[in-house]
């Protein structure tokens, strides 16, 4: 018989994707759907960055190098020395999203049985990746009253087997939007310079935070060998269509095998590698254009959200997520309900789970991730849906 | 330690890559390079592909639909239409590249250890991929001698195990050039309904035949749901940069849990896909100047060939490749020596290696590829330098 193999049947669904035909069901019905589930930016690519390919005058569109255009990665040590991380071009392997760097490192660094600890709730895709990797996915609890903060060492120190050889961070994070403190970073350089750990750091929301600027892995001394940072265009310039990311470290023995794994699938997209190598130079404003977009509507999401009865926001340090906690009985049976059942004013609105962003069953059941991807008065009226649903939710739990 | 994976160290690394440093240094002395040894064709990409991105006017880049734009898949449906394949555009899953999608095949229809057959000599990469899958590549020899055809049955059904899951063909073959006939198709398709194996075509070169119309795997009644084509346009149109490909299947268990893979990737690239979508309505001449084009370098590189004291190529029915048996000791080290030690009126040659393409070890050593991704007169002047180098190789055998 044919069958399925076993890592195909473990790869998990989309945890947000199965709510899609709900959210079809109810814009069919002339229902206003607010989607506040995706990460998928509302704000315009720069101009300049489109035109880029828009302009260009090629005429054969070729295989660029494995590694990615030369003219590209070292437009990129430009952009690296901007936030302050030295590295050379032949140090940065240009991927296919920062979803390709992901894989890479797993693929690179982790023997199919080993062990990677990530804080939770974390991004779902890694549970993806991990599974094509065949590698296990070990959590470790951050909590909403802490604001999602690193998660005590000891807890990882305890979780840490003989086949553990990575940690993950999302820094700022998704879902969370926590940014790391530098106390935190050291913390964790310890930790992975005691156990001989790698450390990846997926770095795809370096630019959005809105109290401390970032902290990289790779500000952190004394562990180059250790860090690989996943980095992507997709959210940093509104690009996520691009496809392009990247896979920076200076450990040369994991940049020649996973250059390897980049020669065998040849190349990262051509035209999209066009439009990143313009965006380096972009004018130095760009983001805090962006970023005043994007903390206006924390504010007023945290604020709208922790003005509802019952229900608790932490404010998040950066990215464009929020986790609230909502005093519902389960969250993937309240945004089904919100899509199938409810609507105020002609519109309703769509969140993400947290269910999904826990690796620990049973985790998550009252939270909510809410993209802060739409603008402000729509951010408002969604807003106005949610505090009207939590008064006449059926599993309401206050 | 910190340490790298298995596959790490397992992951060959490109068979022709290795050769680059020489051809860089000959160009160094000031030496002319004719590279046969690399698949990017020279052909430009017709305009009319290129201008459908130049001329877009979205103004955010966003993520696609993870199986790639509705919009695109149902041209797809067209164009497979075109070539006598009948399928519903829910059965295609836009990859980024042909790559992706024998990833995706390897990843959702082998487990960790069980066993794919490919004649050899067979795609290098396929070998990167049934590493990263951890699956086993078990080659069966075809032979120079009868122009590469598919080896006797007979040799697959003394390869099949019980961990064998599916047979890999390339159809019209890189790096042979061979173009499988009806009959061959036919009896492949007995043995898959016999041993219930996955059939994955990759039709990358669907359209380069100069002989037969190709016969596609999709073409072969009654084994739906063993079939899988693994699709690119990468060569069809002379986009090997964009990187989009296509994994298309009948089989909906398939299906189902590719998608998973192809959601956790999020999406393929968006550029590429303007571009992809507008070639589906190139005019039906195109191929036809496209062909006759590799057909007068396939003519030329075939006879220039054969006209050689020792050498034996024979006629390849697609594609645009040729694999040439030479009177030397080693191709590995002729290859070399033509980079390092030979020139001829200030020109040299670059060639693939064809122990690169074969499984066996041993295997390929008189041998060389030649991709005609050249013209006709750079064709002819490489071909007067091998004529010369086979004269004065200190290795020669005749």
Redesign the interface.
């Known amino acids: 018989?044919?069958?399925?193999?076993?890592?195909?049947?473990l790869?998990?669904?989309?945890p947000i994707?199965k709510l899609v035909p709900f959210a079809e069901a109810a814009k069919k019905k002339g229902i206003k759907v607010y989607h506040l589930n995706i990460g998928?930016?509302?704000?315009?690519?720069p101009?300049m960055?489109?035109d880029a390919?828009?302009?260009?005058d090629?005429?054969?569109?070729?295989?660029?190098h494995s590694a990615g255009n030369e003219s590209y990665r070292k437009k990129l040590v430009q952009y690296y020395e901007s936030v302050g991380i030295q590295v050379d071009y032949n140090q940065i392997i240009v991927t296919?999203?920062g979803?390709?760097a992901i894989?890479f490192g797993f693929?690179?660094?982790?023997?199919?049985g080993?062990e990677v600890i990530i804080p939770e709730p974390f991004y779902a895709?890694y549970n993806?990746?991990a599974v094509?990797a065949?590698v296990h996915v070990v959590p470790i609890t951050s909590r909403i009253e802490t604001g999602f903060a690193l998660p005590p060492i000891e807890d990882f120190e305890k979780a840490i087997t003989p086949r553990t050889?990575a940690i993950v961070i999302c820094n700022p994070n998704n879902p969370t939007g926590y940014s790391y403190t530098r106390s935190e970073m050291e913390q964790l350089k310890e930790l992975i310079k005691k156990h001989?750990?790698?450390l990846f750091s997926d770095e795809a929301y370096r630019e959005f935070t809105y109290d401390e600027k970032q902290v990289s892995a790779m500000h952190l001394q004394g562990v180059d060998?250790?860090v690989i940072i996943m980095d992507t265009i997709s959210k940093r310039y509104?690009?996520?269509?691009?496809?392009i990311g990247a896979f920076v470290t200076k450990?040369k023995?994991?940049l020649d095998?996973?250059m390897?794994?980049a020669?065998?699938?040849?190349?990262?997209?051509?035209?999209?590698q066009i439009?990143a190598e313009a965006a380096v130079d972009l004018p130095a404003d760009y983001f805090n254009t962006t970023k005043e977009e994007y903390r206006s509507r924390r504010d007023l999401i945290v604020q709208r959200l922790n003005a509802m009865q019952g229900v608790y926001c932490p404010n998040p340090g950066g990215a464009f997520y929020a986790m609230a906690k909502l005093p519902i009985d389960d969250s993937d049976k309240f945004c089904q309900w919100l899509l199938e059942s409810f609507e105020y004013n002609g519109a309703t609105l769509m969140l993400a789970p947290a269910t999904g962003f826990y690796g620990t069953p049973g985790l998550g059941m009252q939270e909510v991730r809410l993209a802060y991807v739409l603008n402000l008065t729509a951010i408002d009226a969604a807003m106005n849906c949610l505090e009207q649903a939590l008064k006449v939710y059926p599993g309401k739990t206050n």
């Open positions: 018989m044919l069958t399925i193999s076993q890592r195909g049947h790869m998990p669904a989309s994707r998928q930016p509302d704000i315009e690519t101009k960055v489109l390919v828009r302009n260009s090629f005429s054969i569109l070729e295989y660029s296919t999203g979803s390709e894989l693929m690179t660094c982790l023997d199919v080993d895709n993806g990746f094509e065949g050889k001989n750990l790698y060998e250790n509104s690009a996520c269509g691009g496809r450990n023995a994991v095998a996973t390897k794994f020669q065998a699938r040849l190349s990262p997209p051509s035209f999209a439009a």
